[in-house]
């Protein structure tokens, strides 16, 4: 099952608040909105995830190669210094104004998409992985972060185009983790088959976005994109700047 569905049904059978002891610590989930929000603003600067943790470990300890900075997954002042350089640039309302012409355009795309893959009943597939909602999203955070469409809203666009390709690999990985988050740590000394097809998917994923980053930095698209901001934040060190697309990549395929 995928984890919205176990957490739905967690919440189905024991209320707005539930622990759970799992192999790697105890962890209480809030489901009400307004617990969520007292427990966000009762954090603090540098809050602790034990699930953030292990893809933390995974970045550092098991592929450094791929990720050379754990990004947001990360806990304590790394991820404090991390997320207080982007959040300027991806929390305010006002740096979205350049985009909103182009996000008009995308939407006015979906739009073309629902036309085109609409049955006989007038349904669609919107949520699946591959759905219009998932490459909609994409194709806008994609133009925000690069200034480049992926084409995956294009009519007759192809399973195996890299838009599409990049929505299945994340979908594989976070299907996976999932696995790496609720069963015993193994993983971290036995290559099991779920760590394996995780490990696939996300390379799998690094690769596709790797590719786009290059051709944005080189590209000269100008500062209005995210990816150029974050460049000069980060002094033009293009580890961080990767993991910070990829992962702005990756939201957009969920």
Known sequence: ??????HFELQKKYGDIVKLSMPSGDQVYCY???DS?????????????????????YRKCKRKDLFPHPGLFSNNEEWLDFRMKVNPDLMRKKCMNPYLNDME??????????????????KICIVTPGGCLHRWA?????????????GTLNENVGH???????????DASFKELTKLVLLPPIWKYINVPYYNRYNEAIEGAVKIGIKYIDAALKSNSGDHIILSKLAEKFNHDK?????????????GCL
């Open 239 to 251: 580890a961080l700047v990767n993991v910070m697309a990829l992962e702005a990549l990756s939201a």
């Open 1 to 6: 099952k995928s984890m919205h569905k176990i």
């Open 138 to 150: 994409l194709e806008s955070v994609g133009f925000i972060f690069l200034g480049s469409r992926l």
């Open 32 to 34: 009400h909105p307004e």
């Open 105 to 122: 355009m995308i939407a006015n795309d979906l739009i073309d998409v629902f036309e085109r893959e609409k049955d006989e009943e007038n």
């Open 160 to 170: 195996k185009s890299d838009g599409m390709e990049l929505i299945k690999h994340v």
């Open 37 to 57: 929000r007292t427990i966000l603003e009762d954090d603090g600067n540098m809050p602790f995830k034990i699930n953030i943790g292990l893809i933390e470990y």
